[in-house]
């Protein structure tokens, strides 16, 4: 039962916060998504650049190997493509390699995550929201929640600071998802 401190007065939503892997996911692509959004990409990133640079590797290996002798210019082409192949090899093995231990360094961080917050209980007020597990307590006050918005089945509270506040919407009641989001509302409305 939360304390007068933490609701001065009827806590309006009272839950166990729970989390999939999933969801996590879900929430991590959003922060990358945005975090690209606000980069501003050069010529040397993308797919343009691997092309054009494979083809200039390719190339250059193509004209070294006809001046010193090592081939003829009918043959060429044959060694253009071979370079292009083996550029490309080389190129797309590491990536894939961070790719398969991308996904287990990910799955680690979503179990450390989700053993730290899963039976969270979570207390909404007017004031703000609490968190409360094993002895912890923390709390957000409404003045710090800048915005709220929900994308993929998760409410997100965006914080003057940090990273927004994830709440899984299949936790909630509409009443409670608008209750939260009211939270954001009437500060931007208080100034």
Known sequence: MPTADETAGRAHIALTLDYTEEELGRFDAMLAQEALAEARPTIWEGWPAFIGLGLAVATGATFLAIASGIATARSGAGIAALCFGVYWIGITAPGLAMGIADKRRRKAVYDAFRTEWDGTRLLATQRGIWFRRDGLRSFIGRS???KASSADGLLLLHLRAGQPTMIPLRLLTAEQRD?????????????
């Open 179 to 191: 209750f939260l989001t009211s939270l954001a509302r009437s500060d931007q409305l208080n100034g």
């Open 144 to 146: 710090a929640i800048r």
